[in-house]
């Protein structure tokens, strides 16, 4: 267990690319999950403005041929550690899937141990990339815009893509995001009733209080609200009519996205709904909320997903 969590902590640091709320795409994948033995597609689709964005599908599959000592503990694996790479198979019918969201630094590499821990448990996951990050088409990057307002078109070509997958269960359907993917995600589920559970973590109120809040924390900054953001979306103006099951997520000592944040949303929903606030957690780094609780924050993100998923 030890070691496992040496692993986590190594992952928790690659997470803090970047600063806080800037975009920081990064275009190279130091990893792939084939380094690790896993079996995924490399897929591209479209969204509605004509781009082309690249994602990874990992279909629901064991831990047989998955070098598991590695996942996880390094971003870049040596030619030597490589296992051989596995031909792609999916004989387990339809499997409900979760869609794990991009945040707004690094690219989706950095999530093949999120996704690890839940295509072992019987789902599907799949990952994307933003325009402008990863190999997904070029898009010019505000990099002190809190987010593009193109990525909801991005979310909503990639949760359209997932649905018309052969190995998809398209009535289950899970979204998990952490901080800018947190609120995007919640737009999702406030946009479309198709969504059957929704994570997230360190999620916003509005822009207002979160630029007014990452003023205080970087006063040298100019953080900018994201133009032409429809804010009939954003969480506290919507959770009131958001009926897919919520499970919220923060840290108690989380300074960028406060646990009053979450508890403001909360407070608005009016579906199934959780709020966890981790004892000692930060917003990222070796004191997140996955890294802190680790394994915890896996085995209850998917005891709410079976719940609502299986």
Known sequence: MQLIKFYVFLLGITFSVGSIYSMKPIRNYSCVPSDFGILYRQVSFETNDGLHLKGWFYPAQDTVGIANNLVGRMMVV????????????????????????????????????YAYHYFTKGYNVFTFDWRGFGESDTWNIVEDNLCCMEFLA????????????????????????????????????????????????GIITSFEDIIANLHKITPDRKTMATPNYPKELLPLQSASRVKTPVFLIVGEEDKVTPVWMSEKVYEKLNGPKELWIVPGAEYKGEKSPEIITYPEFFVRTLVFYDKYLK
């Open 154 to 201: 991005d979310y909503t070509a990639a949760i359209d893509f997932v649905k018309s997958q052969p190995e998809v269960d398209s009535g289950k359907i899970g979204l998990i995001g952490s901080s800018t993917g947190a609120y995007l995600s919640f737009a999702m589920i406030a946009s479309r009733d198709d969504i059957s559970a929704y994570i997230g973590k």
């Open 78 to 113: 040596s030619d030597s550690l490589k296992p051989k790479i596995r031909e792609y198979s999916c004989s387990a019918g339809k499997s409900p899937t979760i869609v794990i969201c991009d945040s707004d630094a690094g690219n989706m590499g950095f999530f093949i141990f």
